[in-house]
């Protein structure tokens, strides 16, 4: 469900691994649906390690981003830099020895969006389960559009009975009464 999303900027830095990118694109903007993710470089493209060029958004020019992703960097990079004020998430960093590049995302998903969301994301890319946090965030988005949903269907319910209620009531009224 688009609504609501978060904006997440990934940051394509140059010399990036193409499994690392395509991890964090995925799981973050495919599998899991948690963030509307919008590809940013330092310009308008950047060469993978393996010679792939991808074009990418100016973060400059990328309007607000709730966060920013680079993956494949373990320190911070002058991409974060130039947005100071949006955090930065920096998945290789969190990867712990023997973790893929999945892993620390589908970590990361667990603890903001929750560990179900996280399981569903594994399983929909075929991705076998990694340990994940036990404690985790609630998805607040995609309860609240329920919440919404289920509220608009009583509402939708319920006009046909008022309409009837108000119609009966001015029927009553219009006649005389019998003495």
């Not at 830095?13 to 509307?36: K, M, Q, S, W």
């Not at 310009?43 to 966060?67: F, N, Q, W, Y």
């Not at 920013?68 to 712990?96: C, E, N, Q």
């Not at 990361?108 to 399981?119: F, K, P, T």
Request: proline share 9%.
């Amino acid at each position: 469900m688009p609504w609501g999303q978060p904006r997440y900027g990934l940051g394509l830095t140059p010399g990036v691994d193409e499994i690392d990118v395509a991890a964090a694109a995925e799981l973050y903007g495919g599998a899991a649906f948690t963030a509307h993710v919008v590809p940013v470089a330092e310009s308008g493209e950047i060469t993978t390690r393996h010679g792939m060029t991808l074009l990418a958004t100016p973060v400059a020019k990328a309007g607000k981003l709730d966060r920013l992703v680079i993956p494949g960097a373990t320190s911070r990079t002058p991409l974060a830099a130039a947005a100071p004020d949006v955090p930065v998430f920096l998945p290789a960093a969190a990867a712990g020895t023997g973790n893929t590049s999945f892993d620390p995302i589908l970590a990361d998903i667990a603890r903001s969006d929750g560990r179900h969301v996280a399981q569903t994301a594994a399983k929909y890319i075929e991705y076998p389960l990694p340990a994940l946090p036990q404690q985790g965030g609630a998805p607040v988005r995609v309860t609240v559009i329920a919440i919404l949903a289920a509220a608009l269907a009583i509402a939708v319910g319920l006009v046909p009975a008022l309409i009837s209620r108000i119609r009966v009531r001015r029927r009553g009224a219009a006649r005389p009464q019998a003495r």
